[in-house]
């Protein structure tokens, strides 16, 4: 399985991202987003929106692409479409409902099978959930020190609007799709389909 292993600390300041985005509350000394170069071409700036998008969700390049060609298909804004389909990405959902402090955190519990979409257990963190979909802490997790803790635990991050979250059962469902504004990262989709329509 592809993985990103690359330093976040050190990919934040070069994206120019906070690392709370990525579920980190370490600052960096250095000034976030600092750049050698004071002017940065075009398809510089297309590029860093495209792998600040990629880094923060864990996509690699290939699977990236597949999400862009599939927006593109939907006939809505293709920029606004690919970022509500990686919103919707089951490792993803597992970190909004605040059941992982990361989104790589989440991406291994979720490779390691501890959740169930519809009762039924699912290991894959691509995996695109629905509306109506119910996730939840698998029944053979939730005896686990890790998932005890989490009930119990009042620091419990809000979840956004299109989710609803039950702390006592460690459940969550899907209750619309996510709208852009749901996305808390400054992000400019239009540079990336620009960057890929070329």
Request: positive net charge; proline residues 3%; glycine residues 6%.
């Amino acid at each position: 399985m592809a993985k990103n292993t690359q330093p976040v600390l050190k990919r934040c300041r070069t994206l120019g991202i906070s690392p709370a985005v990525m579920g980190y509350s370490k600052s960096s000394n250095k000034n976030p987003g600092a750049q050698r170069r004071a002017k940065k071409s075009e398809y510089a700036t297309q590029l860093n929106e495209k792998q600040k998008v990629k880094f923060v969700y864990g996509i690699l390049e290939k699977q990236f692409r597949m999400y862009y060609e599939k927006a593109a298909r939907m006939g809505g804004n293709t920029g606004e479409e690919l970022l509500t389909m990686i919103e919707r990405r089951l490792d993803n959902v597992v970190y909004r409902l605040g059941f992982a402090s990361t989104r790589r955190e989440a991406r291994q519990l979720v490779n390691h099978g501890h959740y169930t979409v519809n009762g039924k257990r699912v290991n894959i963190p691509s995996y695109l959930v629905k509306v109506g979909d119910v996730i939840a802490v698998s029944e053979k997790s939730a005896s686990n020190n890790r998932f005890k803790k989490m009930k119990e635990d009042d620091a419990f991050i809000a979840a956004p609007k299109w989710l609803d979250r039950d702390k006592a059962t460690l459940t969550g469902k899907v209750i619309a799709a996510p709208a852009r504004d749901d996305i808390d990262f400054d992000i400019e989709e239009h540079l990336i389909v620009e960057l890929y329509s070329k």
